[in-house]
């Protein structure tokens, strides 16, 4: 049997709910990331504030960091129980570069091993009002006003398949 990737896991995973807006948003129009190792020159922001870690370190330097939000897992390296968080998580980092994931919450501080991101890129002026301490993030934010962020967003909705 084919042992399937990281990415290819978090995909599927998210096809199971591919019925959720926010989940059919990243699928049709995310893209995979793998995890990096957060550079010395960055500061791990607070645990359980991807969101406002994030947009924190995108709007500090725009022209390095795209804030990005979607999904994520993750292994706790001292479980051997699981191998992979369930179910992926909503999650928020930064990309530097065309790649370069730069996650300044899931850090080693943590003991998390972040084994595959999908997410997609987001302007810091719509992510600016959800960017908050312990907050549900814009995708969550906007799940039942779905076809606005696709427009804000200039994507087109999904069809009935």
């Not at 709910?17 to 607070?46: E, M, Q, T, Y």
Request: net charge neutral; proline share 9%.
């Amino acid at each position: 049997m084919k042992e399937i990737s990281e990415a290819e896991w978090l995909l599927t995973e998210l096809w199971l709910d591919s019925h959720a807006p926010v989940h059919r948003l990243v699928i049709d129009h995310g893209s995979n990331f793998d995890p990096a190792p957060l550079g010395s020159d960055i500061k791990p922001g607070a645990p359980k504030c991807c969101f406002r870690n994030a947009a924190i370190l995108a709007s500090q330097d725009p022209l390095r960091f795209v804030y990005y939000e979607g999904f994520a897992t993750y292994r706790f390296p001292t479980a051997e129980s699981f191998e992979r968080s369930w179910p992926p998580q909503m999650h928020a980092w930064c990309v530097e570069g065309a790649s370069r994931v730069v996650d300044p919450t899931w850090t080693e501080q943590l003991h998390l091993q972040p084994l595959a991101y999908r997410g997609l890129a987001l302007p810091l002026k719509l992510v600016e009002p959800f960017a908050y301490k312990l907050s549900r993030g814009t995708l969550q934010n906007y799940a039942r006003r779905i076809d606005q962020l696709y427009r804000v967003l200039g994507l087109a909705p999904p069809t009935t398949r």
